[in-house]
């Protein structure tokens, strides 16, 4: 709805509720016995209670209210069909079509993709069979014991985050990731290893992106120390669009797994982008992160807005953003095999959302995504809750744990449970200076919302459920605010400005040209 | 200088001098040769790079007065001289005497503390020479190869941090760390060790913290599965003041390294707590450690406040917070090896400043300490820096490198340094729409303000500096806010209300007394 979103009467009308809702109360609304049912909903079977935010039944109404004004439901039906809604790039946005089922039909330049999806689906069982049974040999038949997952952004957080948070379900090879350019990244992961066990999987869209291929010639190096190139196809598989770069790499073209430009980085751990997943904790389990991931799909398509879990996540963020002036979410997995949440999260989202112009090109004249980060908790507690709890600046949280885990420690699960719920109701209900014994530095104000998400357990399913989420929550927020969530011209103009510099670093050019700092700054860099 | 602060001269000349800077160009300021020599600053071989900030010679003068103005000179000779400016807690504030020589002298309640300090130091030293040199051996006569660090919070990011960062000075055992309350993160510690040849180092002021005796007590357990309990001095040692609480566990009170209520969590790096560090890199490194702090000590106490780095980071840190409203900081280290920097940072800087009251109870009418976030680059490239360029939030950033790297690979270094150069300059000029070719999609505006950081290399003693610059930093900002940086009771509210929650959850009481939402979670987690 882009430019007119301000003065769109939706818009007032929860300007007006704001004002109104200055005065509540955590601590009175929740006295209420029948708040949680009123406010909790569950989807895949996971359970979100949003009881605790600063909303009743007449927020959700507007909020769906906004949400139906600035057309969500029209933009997920073309996102779901395949329609280009990535408009600065021409692309469409089907991430949702790697984990639809083989009798799916999404048409994209006329041609039904689904066919595509289950054949490169049916590529990775096969070849994740042929490695975890052995039958896949490296140059001495030996079988392979080490995966090394070599990409960066979009093609190593999300595969890095599932694979830790499924370490329980892990049975084949170890999983390790490489994806800085810092060259100790690369090199304290290759000492652990044999290349004679060790398989590479180079992830890069393009086959071109300057960390992977660097880190790819150094891997390819490091075995060409005792292996000569035969063995090359044996140790390397790619996963990438460009058969020509992975052909003249020295892979073969039966090792390439492919994915097409309708799946941006931040959303391709369902593609081809999955592989080292699948290594990790078997092809089966890899399904069912897809099928978890599909059923939130058909949640999101299919559930009534006011039960909505995609649709109230977003719409609660707009009303914290944009009417709150809240600027950051905070995500606190109870859980540490979810320590890496956030950062893939944060990636999702702030790279979608972190926008400054419209889809029509206009600077917008309200803000758009926060500003997203995290730890597990209870590490969190003992660092920045204190700020969390007592800070000028509100932050919205998104606490997570899991009912069951899967160890048999009854008493630290007991610990980690009481924690979780202490933390929302500290920040709910706060801490009046009667409850401090009068000591001020001791009061709370509370009224600090956030959602509690509750996992039966961290399966392949709940987790792919969870994601699919998330990553339709940034998709309503995009929409409302009239954003392009799928393109990252910020990623670009780094890497434009950083070629005329190396080029100076690697005494090709003088130093000429450049910015007071930058200019004195090369110099102390210098290699002598 | 507390309440009275927005309404200093000082901090009203800073308001005018606001309104003049709104124009202010740093396209233009950083055409100026001379502009990288008049706000760069160089601390223990350390240059920080302050040029590409929005701020003139004038700004820092303006600063610098606001500094004195709120007797940040008469607070930091109060904390080294061990006056107790904790008031909360009545506390002194000594984490710099750690790191001070034995000549040195700092009274505490009559006593000079340093004899004390120095006397832990040698208990330290050779506990790690035995460990490291295979003398101090497990209940099967094998020599130690494995060291578990059990604390969390203060106990544990710092030696976390530092043990990863200086990876490559690693020659000893193998140091892992266990914080979580969450039964996983022991779990799998423990699978991958031997019992007979690891020491666990028990990291609890008070050796009643509830997570880290939880972990403590499995360790145990675990131990005992295939030992007697004549093994437990042999493979446990503890980090705490509480001589019968240790004692009663089993630890030899010889094994015992103390510390006192003068050192607070966060800042316990340097105290007995960093023992684990010792083990990794060695005693020597530990010391080069703490001399790169006390040289920042040094710094700090002599440098004239125009030159004073930490100084000079605290108070531009004051004027976004206050006078720009910029609500977060991002710290960008790019090497993989400080991975943890903004973990730590983000718990030191946080747990300190985020704080509702100042010291003297009343509730602050400005903002204080920053959201702190941040992860290494050319990672974060790929992920949030998107939202950094172009978010409507400007958020100040610390760049950080290394000039000297450990490795060989130059092509890797020349690509690290010309994107550390690339993002600072991006930040700073932003893109014209000419430049963008006239897509307003590619714009960005340019003027968000960033340090660049070059240490020599990763040395301990750098590494020490750099620390405790940041130490200093949050420290100035503490004053000028007039907050006491050095208490905690949002993480003690947390505790208080856990604690009826775990009896619930046990089936010790009946589910009564809570909200709608906790009593109705609570009914959800129950084990059935």
Redo the contacts between chains.
Sequence with gaps: MMTQLTNHPAWKALNDHHHEMRDLSL?EE????????DL?RVACGI?F?F??HLANKETINLLVDLAHAAKVDEMRAKMFAGVKINN?EDRAVLHTACRAPETAEVVVDDENIIPFVHQVLSQMEDFTHAVRSGEHKGYTDEAITDVVNIG???S??GPRFVVEAL?EDGSGPKVHFV???????I??VLKKLKPETTLFVIASKTFAT??TM?NAQ?AKDWLLKSATTDAIPKHFVALSTNAKGVKDFGISLSNMFPFRDWVG?RYSLWSAIGLSISLAVGFDNFRKLLDGAHDMDQHFQNAEPKDNVPLLMGMLGVWYRNFYNY??HLLLP????MDKMA?FI??MD??S?????DRE????S????P???G??G??S?????????????V?PVDFM?C?E??????????????????????L??G?TLEEAKG???????GNRPST?I?LPKLSPYHLGALIAAYEHKVFVQGVVWGV?SF?????????K???P??EI??GRTPNAG?????????N??M?R
């Design positions: 601590r929740l006295a209420h016995e029948g708040r949680f049912s909790s359970l209670d009881s605790k600065t960066i952004g979009g190593d957080l370490q994806s800085n350019v810092d060259g100790q990244d090199a304290s300057e960390e660097l150094m980085g600027s950051a109870y859980d540490v095999r950062k944060q990636q702030m790279e959302n972190g926008k400054a112009v090109g206009h600077h917008m309200y803000a758009t995504g500003l997203i980060f730890e597990p209870t590490d507690q003992h660092s920045f809750m204190q700020w969390v709890h007592q800070s000028a600046d932050v744990i009912k885990p899967h160890h048999a420690l009854a008493a630290n699960h007991a610990s980690l449970c009481a924690n979780f719920l202490a933390q929302s109701r500290a709910a209900l801490q000591d001020p530095s001791r009061v709370f104000t509690s509750v392009n393109d990252q011209p910020g990623v670009e103009l780094g890497k400005l950083a070629k510099i190396k670093l690697e450049m910015d007071s700092s930058t200019s004195h700054l090369i102390v860099l290699p």
